[in-house]
């Protein structure tokens, strides 16, 4: 078995509100990342996975609090250690994060070469200019980005290009994690399948060992992850190899979920698609039973009483009180979902 | 609304925006011809003219050369009556829903806002029932947006919203500008869902802008694919997407992610 890289158990993240409510966005996540995967998170907004990936990597500023869990990477438990010996030892240099809307975080007073000095100088000790020219260099130059753009400022730049820089400058400490926060959700089509290829050029050429990315877009999981973890309401309900989770779905929301999947393929024109109905719960309120119970089309009576666990089945697991076979025979006949 | 007839048609459209230092074609010598009751896509990636051409369209600039005809007149926006005629028969679906309403009023008070448009009288409670009418139409219970302000409400559902608005005017023609990019995709399916009923329902004239081949295919009756401010191909969403002839449109279909098969990267 691969070396595990990232365990995450039981993790609880909570947001705190000026009324005093607390906002469970991140609630009993457990989840490993082996060496040489890519994991997919997926589900729709506000479902907490962005929480979820900054809780991760430690980021804790208020609003946003811990309250339980453990995240261990490389052996050490990130929750229990200081916010400064985490910022030293373990972020850039064990994992990364590329936020959302990553090309921002760019200074626009700055050439990018500038960027990349202090990033280095903060975690090397006695680095020269010169020295980080040439790392800087190399590294660009492998990942076939133009070496020019590290004397350019930001302005300069077009978005997609942008965002290859950040994602070259976070990853030049060769981190063994890397979490990709919608890396491409601000770009087109033609820039985002250049900035997919660059992370996985990251992973082949060794730069990153794991790689968690999040997204909403089902099938450019697809094509990206190993694996796929389906988010809803704070909560995974379902996890499993990307092949099974796409064209095999468990939980009653990925099922509606991978419905909705708009590829230009023959088959797709004319094709119903399921659109879920109603909004997902407001998770400042104590929620008992199933999560997705409103909105779900073949909820029963014992989904809001009964506590829902996690079910195991070959490899794959999902939260729900019904059995596969139940769930899949709805799937087939009669209670078709209501359709578009 | 009548359908196939000729509803909008562009002569050699162009717009130029020029510096000192230098001139940008953004739209370079377009045709076409629009007819009514149809869903026409136009695609191309950033930086192609596609905004361009919308904005242009929506009268909110003036082409640099060549013109654009409504109902076998050229636009003409001149004074403030011809412009309230024109954008009660064209209406825009912006791509960023959260800041397309104004956070200081409350949105039913926005839909009550475009009743009052329509010229004319109506109690209160026929009002709210249009209101209802409406909001059921794009899938949105009455509940979810009475008496809310815009930051209460979620990107999709706002979009709906402005679908909502859009059928209270009942235009005959509809640019949608990018309206699902900012929307995640499990909300997307209620928008074009919403767009089609519109086509279905009312007959209204819908221009889908989009970079994501795959909506184009999944919603339009014709294609249009823009490069460089021109269109390099167009025709029946079968024959541009199965059977592509441009290089340019199989490199984009090439680019979309596909279930079928993983890229291989």
Redesign the interface.
């Known amino acids: 078995m691969a070396e595990k890289l990232l365990e995450v158990k039981n993790l609880k993240s909570v947001y705190k509100t000026r009324f005093n409510e607390k906002i469970t966005a991140v609630d009993d996540v457990s989840f490993d990342l082996e060496d040489g995967k890519c994991l997919g998170i997926a589900g729709e907004s506000g479902c907490g996975k962005s929480t979820l990936a900054m809780s991760v990597m430690g980021y804790y500023y208020p609003p946003l609090f811990y309250e339980s869990g453990i995240v261990n990477i490389s052996g050490i438990d990130i929750t229990k250690i200081p916010y400064n010996q985490l910022r030293k030892e373990i972020l850039g240099k064990e994992i990364a994060y590329i936020p959302q809307a990553a090309m921002n975080a760019l200074n626009p007073t700055q050439r990018i070469i500038n960027l990349i000095e202090d990033v280095m100088e903060e975690h090397i000790s006695g680095i020269t200019k010169k020295e980080i020219r040439k790392i800087a260099e190399d590294r660009f130059e492998t990942l076939n980005l133009p070496k020019d753009v590290l004397q350019r400022y930001p302005i300069e730049l077009s978005g997609g290009m942008k965002q290859r820089t950040v994602i070259a400058i976070s990853t030049i400490l060769n981190p063994k994690i890397l979490i990709a926060d919608e890396p491409t959700s601000a770009l087109d089509v033609t820039s985002q399948k250049i900035v997919i290829k660059l992370l996985k050029d990251l992973i082949k050429r060794g730069f990153i060992k794991a790689m968690v990315f999040i997204t909403h877009e089902l099938p450019l999981l697809y094509n990206i992850a190993d694996d796929i973890m389906v988010m809803y309401a704070g909560e995974i309900v379902e996890s499993g190899e990307a092949e099974e989770v796409i064209f095999d779905p468990i939980h009653p929301y990925s099922n509606g979920l991978m419905n909705s999947i708009i590829v230009p393929e023959k088959g797709i024109k004319g094709k119903k698609l399921t659109v879920i109905p109603g909004a997902p719960p407001n998770l400042k309120y104590k929620l008992e039973g199933c999560r997705f119970f409103d909105r779900c089309l073949f909820a029963k009576d014992e989904c809001k009483i009964s506590e829902i666990n996690m079910k195991y089945v070959n490899n794959r697991s999902y939260r729900c009180v019904l059995q596969v076979d139940e769930l899949k025979e709805m799937y087939e006949d009669g209670k078709k979902p209501a359709t578009t | 609304m009548a359908r196939n007839q000729l509803l909008l048609s562009g002569k050699d459209v162009t717009k130029i925006f020029s510096n000192k230092k230098k001139k940008t074609i953004a739209v370079d010598h377009v045709n076409f011809e629009f007819e009514s009751g149809e869903i026409i896509s136009i695609v191309g990636?950033?930086g192609s003219g596609k905004t361009t051409l919308a904005k242009m369209i929506l009268g909110l600039l003036n082409p640099s050369s060549g013109e654009i005809i409504f109902r076998g007149r050229p636009i003409e926006l001149k004074t403030r009556e011809k412009r309230i005629e024109y954008w009660r028969n064209v209406q825009p679906i912006f791509q960023d829903p959260f800041s397309s309403f104004n956070i200081f009023k409350k949105v039913d008070n926005v839909l009550l806002d475009c009743i009052k448009l329509l010229n004319i009288t109506l109690k209160k409670d026929e009002k709210y029932k249009k209101i209802e009418e409406a909001c059921n139409f794009v899938?949105l219970r009455f509940g979810?947006i009475y008496n809310k302000y815009p930051f209460e409400l979620?990107?999709?559902?706002m979009q709906r919203l402005m679908i909502a608005r859009v059928l209270l005017i009942r235009p005959r023609l509809v640019i949608a500008d990018e309206p699902t990019s900012m929307i995640?995709?499990?909300?997307?399916?209620?928008i074009?869902?919403a767009l089609m009923k519109l086509r279905d329902e009312i007959g209204t004239t819908v221009v889908f802008i989009t970079?994501?081949?795959?909506?184009?295919?999944?919603v339009s009756d014709k294609i249009f694919v823009m490069k460089e401010g021109r269109f390099v191909e167009e025709g029946f969403?079968?024959d541009v997407?199965?059977n592509p002839t441009e290089e340019y449109t199989k490199?984009?279909?090439s680019?979309?992610?596909?279930?079928?098969s993983?890229?291989a990267?």
């Open positions: 990636e950033s899938n979810e979620s990107g999709g559902q995640d995709a499990c909300s997307r399916a209620s074009l869902d970079h994501d081949i795959g909506l184009a295919y999944y969403p079968d997407i199965l490199h984009l279909i680019d979309v992610p596909k279930i079928e993983r890229w990267l």
